[in-house]
């Protein structure tokens, strides 16, 4: 008796591997596409930013750290020039095949045209 609730589960378990489900992860293929990113705020103490996004024909609102997982750095603010009302472009990634993460959202710190939004 022991021995048969020992083996049960492997049992069970091993009738589920014969079952096909979708692998989740990769590989995987996103397409790119880029917006242009107005920042609309910026906390120094915290080093974070706060811009704003037309996505869908809605205005929307994200944060460098929401998006990126990381702060701006001392280094990121002097190089680009950052500031209140720069564009820069927020890189929307797409997924096209396999079952990864569907939408990619990350800020780039990249000058952006404020009037189009290209591929990859």
């Given amino acids: 008796m022991k021995n048969l609730l020992f083996t049960l589960p492997f049992l069970v378990f091993s009738c589920n591997l014969d079952q096909k489900s979708p692998v989740v992860g990769g590989p995987c293929s996103y397409k790119t596409t880029y917006h242009p990113a107005r920042v609309v705020g910026f906390d120094s103490s915290q080093m974070d930013a706060l811009f704003e996004v037309n996505l869908h024909g809605k205005p929307d609102t994200f944060g460098y750290h929401e998006l990126n997982n990381a702060y701006l ?48």
Avoid: Q
Wanted: include cysteine; charge should be negative; glycine fraction near 8%.
């Fill in 73 to 120: 750095t001392p280094d990121e603010v002097k190089t680009t020039g950052f500031a209140v009302g720069n564009i820069y472009r927020l890189a929307h990634d797409g997924i096209e095949s396999g079952t990864c993460t569907p939408v990619i959202l990350r800020l780039e710190l990249v000058p952006s045209d404020s009037t189009t939004a290209t591929a990859k």
